[in-house]
């Protein structure tokens, strides 16, 4: 098993441009979520998936898209990036939900707006 | 509203000394609770977690966590500090029906040989 993938690991985009951060998980895990991590803020939550076809918002879901086609997958799209979106985003996994269940989480992928 | 806190931004100490970690949380009820570890470019791991039952909880890598619910605390500790323990701890929290974690602001550990 890879585990939680994350494409890329470094990305810089300029103020305005579109992206999609890749999540891949090959644990055939139904639930997956988007964090981003923020000095002194610890992570938060954008956005959550309980299974394919399923989304829902976290706490910080402006300015994000996801959707879920299939179980292994999980992107997050910037549609039009802002410097306030530089960040470390983490993706996780689990087979049901954080309750119980140990998340696992990918490597992150640090973005940079300018 | 829901929330956990992590009072200790930064924290030093000694290889071979005892740590203690705090967290607290703010629930209307008492919340699934959890402690991860992030090391440098790495992302998070699971030490421990508490749901019920005894108030003191194993994790890995020789962590314990003990939950006092007249406090609402949930501190992390180890009796003896390793150099590889060095990294950022995170306090994490839940409800029983929710589907997302909270996480607390976190701790740098740094470790002195």
């Known amino acids: 098993n890879a585990g939680v993938t994350q494409t890329p690991k470094f990305q810089v985009l300029k103020t305005g441009q579109s992206m999609t951060l890749q999540c891949a998980q090959d644990?055939?895990?139904?639930?997956m979520s988007w964090y981003r991590q923020d000095p002194g803020m610890g992570l938060r939550l954008i956005h959550y998936?309980?299974?394919?076809?399923?989304?829902d918002q976290g706490e910080v879901p402006n300015g994000y898209n996801v959707s879920r086609s299939t179980t292994e997958d999980f992107p997050l799209r910037l549609l039009s990036a802002a410097p306030s979106q530089t960040s470390v985003y983490f993706c996780a996994s689990s087979p049901w939900g954080p309750l119980q269940e140990t998340q696992y989480f990918g490597p992150g992928t640090r973005l940079l707006v300018l | 509203a829901q929330s956990v806190t992590q009072p200790d931004i930064h924290i030093t100490v000694s290889e071979g000394a005892s740590l203690e970690l705090r967290c607290n949380y703010s629930?209307?009820?008492?919340?699934?609770l959890f402690w991860y570890v992030q090391s440098p470019g790495q992302g998070l791991q699971l030490l421990l977690k508490y749901f019920s039952g005894d108030t003191l909880v194993q994790g890995i890598k020789g962590f314990e966590a003990e939950f006092k619910r007249s406090q609402s605390s949930f501190n992390l500790r180890k009796p003896s500090v390793h150099w590889s323990d060095a990294a950022e701890y995170f306090c994490a929290a839940t409800r029983g029906s929710a589907r997302q974690l909270t996480f607390g602001s976190g701790t740098q550990l740094t470790v002195l040989p």
């Open positions: 644990m055939n895990h139904e639930y």
């Open positions: 998936s309980v299974g394919a076809g399923i989304t």
């Open positions: 629930y209307g009820a008492t919340p699934y």
